[in-house]
Nanobody, 121 residues
Framework: QVQLVESGGDLVQPGGSLRLSCGTSGIIASNNIMGWYRQAPGKQRELVARITSGGHTNYADSVKGRFTISRGNAKNTVYLQMNSLKPEDTAVYYC???????????????WGQGTQVTVSS
């Protein structure tokens, strides 16, 4: 079973920084896509950033220039460096991976449990 574990969510002041981490356990293809999504109260879940196994990235317009997604040295780990945080960034942040597994060779996605990020004075 593929499982994602997230950490790093916290309460931070506007203008501050946080670094979110996510690690994947279980067997999944090395050719995959990992991403961060967020959901604020009363709003739908939205893509924040994603990165391919080859290092190609894309970002939501609202976080470009402030957030950086990256992969770690450990297999299927991903980070989200968040700088210049704004109150509008307050949300539950979810880690995601999409790739092939033994049970789903055509590919499927897995989600972390979410970690709360609160930006407030």
């Amino acid at each position: 079973q593929v499982q994602l574990v997230e950490s790093g969510g916290d309460l931070v002041q506007p203008g501050g920084s946080l670094r979110l981490s996510c690690g994947t356990s279980g067997i999944i293809a090395s050719n995959n896509i990992m991403g961060w999504y967020r959901q604020a109260p009363g709003k739908q879940r939205e893509l924040v950033a994603r990165i391919t196994s080859g290092g190609h990235t894309n970002y939501a317009d609202s976080v470009k220039g402030r957030f950086t997604i990256s992969r770690g040295n450990a297999k299927n780990t991903v980070y989200l460096q968040m700088n210049s945080l704004k109150p509008e960034d307050t949300a539950v942040y979810y880690c995601n991976i999409y790739g092939s597994t033994y049970d789903a060779p055509g590919g499927r996605e897995f989600w972390g449990q979410g970690t709360q990020v609160t930006v407030s004075s």
